[in-house]
């Protein structure tokens, strides 16, 4: 069964009343000492529409529950208990997503975007996931305009946005990309997108980011950057690793781009998936609180996020004024 959507899927086939997910596999006695905490995650809403004859199912309850709630549900179950589940939550009705975008106009339409996701899951803060990456991209802005007050208006447009629906499946970039994949094709020079682009406070449980692209002229210049960045901050350096990546295949290949977030409508759906967009993405380590009720700031490391800030940023600045 492939993950939630594939549960839900069975669960209308098979006309259940609810459906108790139990988590006994990840994050054990990593969030909480002796238990597994549940993990919040969406449905594929497209897929899960494709599997249940063109609609959700407007009646069975879904929750996720820890290990311990679990087994507790099961031996009560098992003594003859009735487990009852009351929700006011359904899944009727539409919601709107907002794409908040600012702009600095260059000299020509040529464009760099950067951009991140405001949306969290359902019962989770979303410190990590995904406010590591909304900072960024409003200190990447704050960042650009010192230099545009300094050094001109950029050769480049660059636009600062953040998406929202990103956890319930890529929903404001892809209607972004939809609504404006023509422009993009065309003009469109680099996406870079920042979701969780952030290392535990505590590095016993990671300490590196991964950078990496799908165009070998963009690896190289993130790599040339990323060795003078260590050079420069040899005391981040040591601290944190830096990997790089480059993923210049087919939509799903192997060596393809992921599309696990925001960026993958920039490079595999631009002018109706006839034009490939380069992007460029960074993703951090260490957060076993992702996704669950605990993604709050006391395990923020602001520090983290500037490995992704000054490389990316510099590459922005190279492109945006010094434009062939």
Known sequence: INGNTGMYIKAAENSLAGLFRINNQTNCGQVEADDCVPIFKSIRVDEMKSGNSGSIPEDIPFIAVSNQTGKQ????????????LFTDVDNTGELSVSVPCGTMYGKTEDLIIVGAHHDTVYHGPGAVDD???????????????????????????????TW??????????????????NELARNLRLYINLDMNHVDIDQSRGDSVTLFTNHPEDYGHIESLTEEYKEANPEMAEKYTINLGL????????????????????VYDLDGGDTIGRAAVCYGSGSWEYHTYLDEMTR???ESLGISITIYGNYMKYLAWNAD
Not at 164 to 181: D, T
Not at 247 to 254: F, S, T
């Open 73 to 84: 549900m099961l031996e009560l179950a098992e003594q003859g208990a009735v487990l009852r």
């Open 131 to 161: 406010t590591s990456g909304t900072a960024s991209v409003l200190e990447m802005a704050r960042q650009i305009a010192i230099i545009a007050n300094e050094s001109g208006t950029p050769e480049y447009t660059i636009r600062f946005c």
């Open 164 to 181: 929202g629906g990103e956890e319930e499946g890529l929903w404001g970039s892809k209607a972004y990309v939809n609504a404006n994949g």
């Open 247 to 266: 993923y210049d295949g087919d939509k799903g290949d192997e060596d393809g781009m992921p599309c696990n977030s925001d960026h993958c409508p920039f």
């Open 300 to 302: 923020f490391n602001e």
